[in-house]
């Protein structure tokens, strides 16, 4: 009866850790690269808009929150497109839009090697 049960607790072990490697996987692309970044709001104005685009796209695109918003204090991942990402670039243009309709736009972050975008004001941004 203990073999038993100690046979079951370890098959659900195995069972929960090989469900959790699909989602460690998906931290990288096929390239082995992370192409996703954290967009902190250090403001006190709530981001409403995120616009995100490889560095040969001409035009922002959609809007990259839909729905959502990044509160001052709060900080939210953002991933490009399944298309964006298939292309191989990690070269990334992107632009902020706050709340009270002021603009930050960053050119050329390296999605590869720069995780978070830090907005400490609305009118500067950087990555890191």
Request: hydrophobic share 35%; proline share 3%; aromatic share 6%.
């Amino acid at each position: 009866m203990t073999t038993r049960l100690l046979a079951t607790a370890a098959a659900a072990l195995m069972a929960s850790c090989l469900s959790i490697a699909p989602v460690a996987q998906a931290q990288t692309d096929r390239d082995g690269q992370q192409r996703w970044i954290n967009i902190v709001n250090r403001t006190n104005v709530t981001i409403r808009e995120f616009y995100m685009t490889d560095v040969d796209t001409r035009g922002w695109g959609d809007d990259r929150l839909g729905q959502n918003v990044v509160e001052p204090g709060q900080a939210l991942r953002v991933v490009p497109t399944p298309r964006q990402r298939s292309r191989g670039y990690c070269q990334f243009d992107m632009k902020i839009v706050f709340e009270n309709e002021r603009t930050v736009e960053r050119r050329g972050v390296n999605l590869c090697s720069t995780s978070n975008l830090v907005c400490n004001s609305t009118s500067s941004c950087s990555a890191n």
